[in-house]
């Protein structure tokens, strides 16, 4: 019958998936994944508002990429703390009754304690308020700036699509691992409608979604603009070939002893 009914379906009747109205912008196949591999064990923080699925790593570096509503129990505030160095998801928070400065105080203080992250804030909206208390009273100086050299990240109808096609390939690929059941609820009620627009289904919220495609978007960014990178890139165009970021180093050849020690006197320099 799966044949006859097609894969949508087919998880709506048979495999007891919600769907929703329309396509769900994810595919079907991936939200099971995703479902089946959400993590349970997590600690809670500001009245079970804020998730945490793993505690800081003081050598790796996150990104807090955050979603601001009014918090008069209509949106949802939401942000995620993503780990760049294996695509985890760390933290989540979710609230629909939070003020906008205490909001600015969680962030604040668990991107602190998250390595000093990078925030990036949607520019759209109540986000300019956002980011004007984080930076001017707050003064949190790792703030997310585009290629203009603002603050936060301007959502448009130009560059929407853009944004969610990275975090479609992100999660279609496994590069990004989910551990919050309540994100992975907002995916599965995220849909295409009949216009082809994206958003959520009729009655649900999509702050979680945006939030953490803005989270990976901003992952790209970043890798794409550090220095192994741009090397890379430069190796690509020349050679067609994937650079070795090692290979250029004058450390590169271990085989003396002295160089070796040398090089972990550098990396180990306090």
């Known amino acids: 019958m799966k044949p006859a009914l097609g894969d ?4 709506q009747e048979y495999e007891c998936d919600f769907l929703g109205t329309g396509d769900t912008f994810i595919n079907a196949d991936t939200l099971r994944r995703m479902t089946d591999n959400t993590n349970s ?5 500001y009245n079970n508002r804020l998730r945490v699925f793993k505690e800081p790593d003081q050598f790796h570096n996150y990104v807090i990429a955050v979603d601001a ?3 008069r ?8 703390v993503l780990n760049m160095y294996n695509g985890e998801q760390a933290a989540e928070f979710y609230s629909n009754n939070v003020s906008l400065k205490s909001f600015a105080k969680i962030i604040h203080d668990e991107a602190t304690k998250y390595n000093l992250g990078h925030v990036v804030v949607e520019r759209n909206g109540l986000g300019l308020a956002l980011i004007e208390e984080l ?3 707050l003064e949190y100086e790792n703030m997310w700036c585009d290629d203009k050299g603002e603050i936060g990240l301007l959502v448009t109808l130009k ?12 999660l279609r690929t496994s590069k990004y691992k989910i551990n919050s059941e309540r994100t992975v609820h907002e995916l599965q009620t995220f849909i295409i409608t009949e216009t082809g627009k994206m958003e959520a289904d ?9 939030s953490l495609a803005i989270g990976m978007y901003t992952c790209n960014q970043i890798f794409l603009k550090s220095p192994i990178a ?4 430069k190796e690509d165009k020349s050679t067609k070939t994937v650079a070795d970021p090692i290979g250029k180093s004058k450390y590169s050849d271990f085989s003396s002893k002295a160089k070796l020690k040398e090089y972990m006197k550098w990396v180990l320099r306090e």
């Not at 949508?8 to 998880?11: D, E, I, N, Q, T």
């Not at 064990?41 to 923080?45: A, D, E, N, Y």
């Open 8 to 11: 949508r379906m087919w998880s």
């Open 41 to 45: 064990k997590f600690s809670s923080r």
């Open 69 to 71: 509503s009014f918090g």
């Open 73 to 80: 129990e209509q949106d949802y505030s939401a942000f995620h």
């Open 135 to 137: 930076w001017d009273e």
């Open 159 to 170: 560059n929407r699509d853009t944004i969610l096609s990275v975090l479609e390939e992100g």
């Open 202 to 210: 009729e009655g649900y919220h999509d702050d979680l979604v945006m």
């Open 230 to 233: 741009i090397e890379t890139l």
